[in-house]
Every structure is written in structure tokens, then in C-alpha cells.
Nanobody, 121 residues
Framework: QVQLIESGGGLVQAGGSLRLSCATSGRPFPTTAWFRQTPGKEREFVAAIWSTGYTFTADSVKGRFTISRDNTKNTVYLQMNSLKSEDTAVYYC?????????????????WGQGTQVTVSS
């Protein structure tokens, strides 16, 4: 059974930074992504990284958020800088055994429990 454990969320002031971590059990997955969700809204794609290192990022966070991975630790990170109040959400890590170029959450097989990020203005 795949386990994804997110950490690093919390409360931060606007303009501040946080780094989220997603630790996965077993071998590294070909695709790992971060999504976020606020109450009443659909889960929104944030960024994804392939096992090859290729990344793609949502326009809303481009230039502020960076996704990276450490395959030796089976961990994917989301470095979030210049945070804004609209970044407030529950952030979820997702993985898939395929190399996915999609931003649709429906395509991802495995999900973590989420970690809350709150940005105060």
C-alpha cells in the first residue's frame, strides 16, 4: 500500500516562505504532483515533477513556487516563496506510476492526507 505523508504546512505572513515535503513509501514514483484545495472549490493543480527531473508549474504560482525531488529520500518538496493570501489552502501530494503531463487530479492514483497552509495578510 502506497503511503504519502505531507508535512511543512502552517501559518505564515504574506510575503513569507514555506517548504512542503511529501515522503512516499517504496520506490520513487515517475510522477509526483502538488495540488491545493479551498472549501467549495475543485482541487487545483500546483506543480508536478517527473522522475527524470522534468517539472511543470501552474501559471498562478510560476516564479514563486518550485518543485524538486530527492530520490534518495523518496521525498518531493514544494518551496513556496512570496506567499499571498490566495495561496491559503490544503495542499495535497499525489503520485502516479505513469509519466503524466496532465494537470487533472482525476488522473493521479495515490493521495496524501493534505497539509494546511494559511497565509495571513
Amino acid at each position: 500500500q502506497v503511503q504519502l505523508i505531507e508535512s511543512g504546512g502552517g501559518l505564515v505572513q504574506a510575503g513569507g516562505s514555506l517548504r512542503l515535503s511529501c515522503a512516499t513509501s517504496g520506490r520513487p514514483f515517475p510522477t509526483t504532483a502538488w495540488f491545493r484545495q479551498t472549501p467549495g472549490k475543485e482541487r487545483e493543480f500546483v506543480a508536478a515533477i517527473w522522475s527524470t527531473g522534468y517539472t511543470f508549474t501552474a501559471d498562478s504560482v510560476k516564479g514563486r513556487f518550485t518543485i524538486s525531488r530527492d530520490n534518495t529520500k523518496n521525498t518531493v518538496y514544494l518551496q513556496m516563496n512570496s506567499l499571498k493570501s490566495e495561496d491559503t489552502a490544503v495542499y495535497y501530494c499525489a503520485t502516479d506510476p505513469r509519466l503524466l503531463g496532465t494537470r487533472s487530479p482525476r488522473e493521479y492514483q495515490n493521495w496524501g492526507q493534505g497539509t494546511q497552509v494559511t497565509v495571513s495578510s
